[in-house]
């Protein structure tokens, strides 16, 4: 897997998938990441410190926020439970012509949704909260109100004119996120291995001094802090999904060190490996 994911989201007929993240989620910190479908986040309790290309948000208890296409995001919950719905737009092609065009124009980067909608009474935020518990009950006939939450939404983004033109935007990526985007797919393909700072400014194209710089202001995470939370995040899914032996698994996620593995494992989640694997 590389930083763009590249995952099948729910079926081909009804491309949504839906996930709850709790504290002992192996992804509990969302590590910097961009995919072409949209993603829409709910906060069930605690703070989220999200951030969404160049744009930082922090959503509270009852906030949503809307994640564009293409958008390099990450977050850092903080004592949070939250959910995400992540879907491809494009299973919602109507007839309507001028539904249509408005869906082209989001599916071309076109036009870019409003990010950040905080807990309140109105119509667009009880829609989002309609697709979300629709999707975590899956009562029969769920799919219906699925479909019709999300075309809802969209005519209110489109009639209260919550979204921008691409062209002029504060929400549309810099120079900036295309190097972003470099880096990480390069720390992914390569975290197993030993990663020298140097290597990583040189993807980037910066002296290793303004790397650090620009990466801390991107990720809000150190290059190093960063590769070390990714490949915990690894490890993690490994203890869960396969019979591997943990000293085995920590060499294969870039750790040539059993103690310090052992040591930073617990550190991020509070539990050590042969724990986490038992719970």
């Given amino acids: 897997m590389i930083y763009n994911e590249l995952t099948q ?6 491309p949504v998938e839906f996930y709850h993240i709790e504290r002992d989620n192996t992804r509990y910190e969302m590590t910097a990441h961009w995919h072409s479908e949209i993603e829409i986040i709910r906060v069930l309790d605690g703070e989220l410190r999200c951030k969404f290309n160049n744009q930082s948000y922090v959503a509270k208890r009852g906030d949503i926020l809307f994640v564009n296409s293409e958008c390099v995001h990450s977050a850092m919950p903080e004592d949070c439970v939250y959910e995400c719905v992540v879907f491809h737009m494009d299973f919602l092609y109507p007839n309507d012509d001028d539904c249509r065009f408005f869906i082209d124009n989001v599916l071309n980067h076109e036009y870019v949704l409003k990010e ?43 009639e209260k004119r919550l979204y921008e033109n691409a062209v002029g935007s504060s929400l549309v990526v810099g120079k900036n996120v295309p ?29 290793p001094k303004y790397f650090c710089a620009f990466f801390k202001e991107m990720t809000g995470r150190t290059p190093v802090e960063y590769l070390k939370i990714y490949r915990i995040e690894k490890a993690s899914r490994k203890l869960l999904n396969t019979d591997e032996h943990v000293t085995d698994i920590a060499y294969s996620c870039g750790f040539n060190d059993l103690s310090y593995f ?9 539990i050590t490996p042969a724990q986490y694997r038992k719970r």
């Fill in 9 to 14: 989201r729910g079926t081909l007929d009804f």
């Fill in 116 to 158: 950040y909608y905080p807990c309140d009474n109105s119509l667009i935020y009880k829609t989002f909260n309609e697709i979300f518990d629709a999707l975590k009950n899956k009562n029969e006939g769920y799919k219906f109100y699925v479909i019709g939450s999300f075309y809802r939404v969209f005519g209110l983004i489109l």
């Fill in 179 to 207: 190097k972003l985007k470099n880096i990480l797919t390069y720390i992914r393909r390569n975290y197993d291995k030993h990663i020298y700072l140097e290597e990583m400014a040189e993807v980037a194209g910066m002296s």
């Fill in 262 to 270: 052992i040591k930073t494992f617990k550190e991020l989640k509070n």
